[in-house]
């Protein structure tokens, strides 16, 4: 305990957003709470709920995700349709203190894969070259394809196999949740599927070991949940599924009071990321990157069309996923291009 | 000559694509074709027009660009206004024996910022961020401002100065075409600013050192087109200019028959890259990434679903640009990742 | 109560969707279920909610909407930040034996403006043609700006008055719920801004006087709400607001069971109206469209390729609005146009 | 000779737009110019071509129009194969005194179906519900099918044959100009299937019968072409083609010095309506809006903000296309509600 107020006690001369950016992994330090997802407890939407434990700042969550299928396609011959439901969400977890206005902190301490196989799955109507629920067609849909990832811990690989011929090939394993998200504003409840102001199914490879993400409170307790986890994806995920795992995860949260976000946003030791959600992807920019502006005039103090112009010469765009409900964009620039951090 | 020809032979049991791919620096052999461009021989529109000069198969191109701003704004207090026009053009080259339904290849030898000094733009109507002749609004426009970077070559930097403040910090230059594209189908002709089916104003620091850039052949001898140089670029290019530069550049041309692409495409010897241009983004990408699982089919021998299936596991999507009247996504695989190409 | 049952059985012999639409005024009759709708009383979200009223098939509801700022804004120099929230809607309503997989059918029997005045108002980040939350750009908002329309009961006008000019216009009114809608599925809750699968703010003139209103029924009951009333309104809703209104109404709710819909629809003596509701708005227009052709197919018989021909020649497209967090289009054909409808 | 100068006399004194849509049927004379469109004479693109003929202000041009097919597919077996090329088009005409930076003023006077049927057509790659080159998807395509639309003169209708059925309607027919529109700006040419700043493919039902369309001139004389009848069409033009036909038109052009628009305009007796042409559909609408906003502040001399209010109360929307490169919105207001237009 004692150790978690003086972690936090560094945080309050932060003053502001970047909370464990600088800090070392010494420091990680606070109680550990452990609670185990299972499919009878996971939930299905970001909602205002009951929370299934109630945290501290300061204190590290250890706990596991199911994949986005609720572990339930295990061999060939399983189906789609023996999923009990999409992207199935351990939490919600209460974060003592926060309130609507503050910002909660998430810092991902460790992440593993958390059994020896990944599935990869081509649905009907979901995925960025083909017909969707969303932009929807006269075709014949395309067939649902399922395919299975040997994971191999000890190179930390997965491996593609192909359907239709004989090609194997190794894919470096990079586990990140593809559900991370808090309830949501206004008494609203969203899918699991849905990437929105809240977080949610972002599917952002940032939200992996080593980055801190920041989300808006918009209920007390902030309300933190869990899933959909990833052992490797390609950019957009544009087939719309990543190498899906279940997941054994440690998180440490903090509230930083009285700050507010309007969007989630990532932040390690040499960058600042913004998170925009929306379609068409140009809007999903649009919001990604009037954030990464505002964040940098509000914390580096340079003004917004120099933060603007600069970010036209140095920023690196994410377009994490085109197939969910909301396309999301992370929008970055590097630290050492910016100036020092307002006290 | 002779080394011409030699090289034009390897390329003959490629087959294929990838004609450079995977040849050393030492095999860039061919004539040298010198041209030098100024403010009284570049063109505005990619069209069939009457070329410049005539390179054969192999040959070496060596020439200049002007930047986009036909190098008419040098110091504070020049404006916009100054400039002749956007993306003067040089060009156009005639390569010989290139038809309507080959490839045209065009290996990036070398390139050199042309100058000491790079500049940046904030024109009203411009930008990502806001409204533009195309997304228009009813606001006040934002106000025309111009940065200049001074160009360091001995450590390969360029220098942003606020405007608003006193802070300074030095981006690594990496140069690399705006504009590369050639003649359009179907007698049409197309301004410097539109990145489309023939290449064009892309904006995609693909089209770098070490990395070829495919186009259709429309019209005989394909008609190349280079200009806009940009010193560095953040993705996206949201602010509607790079570091905007004079370039010098060394490229070498071949011809590929009776090879028929759709859009360009990069290749180098780790990886390739499929271009897609369009509004809104999302269908630009889907361009980018159809065109892709076709290439992987075709070249590399994976079914489409299985091509499908693994670019969602480990493709990259560079957003090029999201300020043209066109947007730019270049997808991309490693070829690690890929069988071998097929003979 | 016999009426109703009679009313009913009817209905049972018209054997599927379009249960009201040959009915003449003279059987619009059922219980008459009446409720108050007061600022104390009205929700905010689309959602699994506690019904304030229970009503049988074949019943009318006899109540009343507050405007979409809660009736607050009442004359010169009262502001936006005076409404207690957004589209306070009446409801839900729960309709007896209304279970998932329904239809529930709600005909519009009456509307009138509740008061002598409506509201027009410029709200900074809201229209078509300025920068919003989702479209977000760096330009200063545009001002807020507050318009009232006297309405006059004898001609059935609001009039126009030019803030900046003498300028004045009669406009005729058109009553509609700018709000309709049900509980969503999966357990969402979803802002009363947003129009989406369930209906809700979809700000469709479709839904006045003379239609009957389809939605998929979700939850037990379905939930119906209503609010946001219009007294006119241009396509596209394109500077944020109608000529915004209290109204009472009288509507009369009908279950098909066994049929399902998945989105909105609208129908009357003369035609059969789909609707789409997303971003953007090509997507829209693809949903409303898709439902069509099915629609088509299913209940007239027309083969789908058929179907989707005919549409391109006679189709009407309403672009109801482009202001909402999705965008809304109302797809249409005449009845005369179509085969006989299948028994 | 004489009457055409005292028509252009009135439109002197008219002093801007809306030249013709006072004037009553028996003021539209002028020389009348005949030209004869066939397969031999048409062209390709919108560009800066050699004039077929010569017209003066207030000088009536007589001819036609072959078919979006040119008129090649004439009966069941017939396939889109044979089709020399999309949208031939007859011109270009030039008009004396027509300088950049005027606007040309197209009246269409009569037009009609010059033959005895239409033809609708589903191409693979073209449709709103289908994939299409710039949405491209990995379905496979829909299939080619040809309906063909009798047309009977004498009740005015086409008739639908469902191919799938033996059902039957028939369909009023209101011819238009799918095609039309002048030379690109900037030495642009652009392929006759793009709707643009310059006109063009629009597919709108404004280009009819009592409207007058207004361009923008980019080039002496400002060349107009004409093309692409259509018998009748669907909003959006959904399956990708109208009923196609061959026209006969006479349409009588002016010129209105040193008044220059940046987009088409169509205006009748009625109504004023802005043309906005881009993808996504959301952006065609900004821009036809925009362009309306401003319009009614010029000549009708509402504020910004006033004009915006009272489109959002009263403005017509109609999505015309949305098969085409860009799709298309035309975006009006009845004369009704404007004040008396400025002198």
Redesign the interface.
């Known amino acids: 305990m004692g150790i978690r107020v003086g972690w936090r006690s560094r945080f309050i001369l932060a003053l502001s957003v970047g909370v464990f950016a600088g800090s070392t992994p010494s420091v990680a330090q606070g109680n550990v709470v452990k609670y185990q997802g299972t499919i009878h407890n996971v939930k299905?939407?970001y909602?205002t709920a009951e929370p299934v434990a109630r945290l501290k700042p300061g204190d590290i969550l250890d706990t596991n995700t199911l994949d986005c299928f609720g572990d339930a396609i295990r061999k060939p011959g399983d189906t789609l349709s023996m999923a009990p439901g999409d992207n199935p969400l351990t939490g919600p977890f209460y974060v003592e203190g926060a309130e609507p206005g503050d910002t909660l902190a998430v810092k991902i301490l460790s992440l593993e894969v958390n059994g020896d196989q990944g599935v990869?799955a081509?649905g009907p109507g979901f995925?960025?070259?083909?017909?969707t629920n969303?932009?929807?067609?006269?075709?014949?849909?395309?067939?649902e394809?399922i395919?299975f990832y040997p994971i191999d811990h000890a190179t930390n690989t997965a491996t593609?196999k192909?359907?239709?011929?004989k090609?194997e090939?190794k894919?470096p394993v990079h586990p990140f949740f593809g559900c991370i998200g808090v309830a949501p504003a206004?008494?609203?409840?969203?899918?699991s599927i849905v990437p929105a102001e809240f977080g949610g199914n972002m599917d952002a490879p940032e939200a992996s070991v080593g980055n801190t993400v920041y989300f808006p409170v918009n209920v007390k307790g902030g309300l933190l949940y869990l899933g959909d986890g990833h052992a490797?994806?390609?950019?957009?995920?544009?087939?719309?599924?990543?190498?899906e795992v279940p997941l054994r995860a440690r998180v440490q949260v903090d509230v930083i009071k009285g700050h507010k976000i309007n969007w989630p946003r990532f932040e390690n030791d040499t960058a600042i990321m913004a998170v925009g959600a929306?379609?068409?992807?140009?809007?999903a920019?649009?919001?990604a990157?009037?954030e990464l502006?505002g964040w940098i005039q509000e914390d580096y103090?340079?003004?917004?069309?120099?933060a603007?112009?600069?970010?036209?010469?140095?920023?690196?765009?994410?377009?994490a996923e085109?197939v969910d409900p909301n396309?999301v964009?992370v929008?970055s620039i590097e630290k050492?291009?910016?100036?020092a951090k307002k006290k």
Not at 127 to 131: K, Q, S, V, Y
Not at 162 to 165: G, R, T, V, W
């Open positions: 299905y939407v909602a990869g081509l995925g960025a070259l083909n017909a969303y932009t929807p067609m006269l075709h014949a849909p395309l067939p394809k395919w593609f192909a359907l239709d011929s090609f090939v894919i206004g008494g609203e409840a969203r899918s490797a994806m390609g950019d957009g995920e544009v087939a719309g599924a990543a190498i929306y379609r068409p992807v140009d809007d920019l649009r919001i990157f009037t502006v103090g340079l003004s917004q069309l120099d603007y112009e600069l970010l036209g010469k140095v920023a690196r765009i994410r377009l085109m396309y964009v929008a050492k291009y910016l100036p």
